[in-house]
């Protein structure tokens, strides 16, 4: 079966950059509709980024200007480019497709913490 990968995380000051990756493996599941979710401690996973089959992309109002979601087909890899962090954006950050009946189980996130 499938399992979603993500990596990039890590310790950021406030104001630095991160680029986090999301690669399926095992099983057969092709990237295209596809969102990028975070978890902070005590709260819902919540959609952050997506992007559409035909290309058209989707910010939650408090990442839109800093956050950047992509995706390579050739490499079957989405990407989230996060720049600009903020404390607030501490949690655990997911990737998944946000619907279909063949949706994967969650992998284990990539964790971002911005600190001072």
């Known amino acids: 079966q499938v399992q979603l990968v993500e990596s990039g995380g890590g310790l950021v000051q406030p104001g630095g950059s991160l680029r986090l990756s999301c690669a399926p493996s095992?099983?057969?599941?092709?990237?295209?509709?596809m969102g990028w979710y975070r978890q902070a401690p005590g709260k819902q996973r919540k959609l952050v980024a997506g992007?559409?089959?035909?290309?058209?992309?989707y910010y939650e109002d408090s990442v839109k200007g800093r956050f950047t979601i992509s995706r390579d087909k050739d490499k079957n890899t989405v990407y989230l480019q996060m720049n600009g962090l903020k404390p607030e954006d501490t949690a655990v950050y997911y990737c998944?497709?946000?619907?279909?009946?063949?949706?994967?189980?969650w992998g284990q996130g990539t964790q971002v913490t911005v600190s001072s």
């Open positions: 998944n497709a946000p619907y279909g009946p063949n949706r994967p189980a």
């Open positions: 095992g099983g057969n599941f092709s990237v295209d509709a």
């Open positions: 992007i559409a089959s035909g290309g058209t992309t």
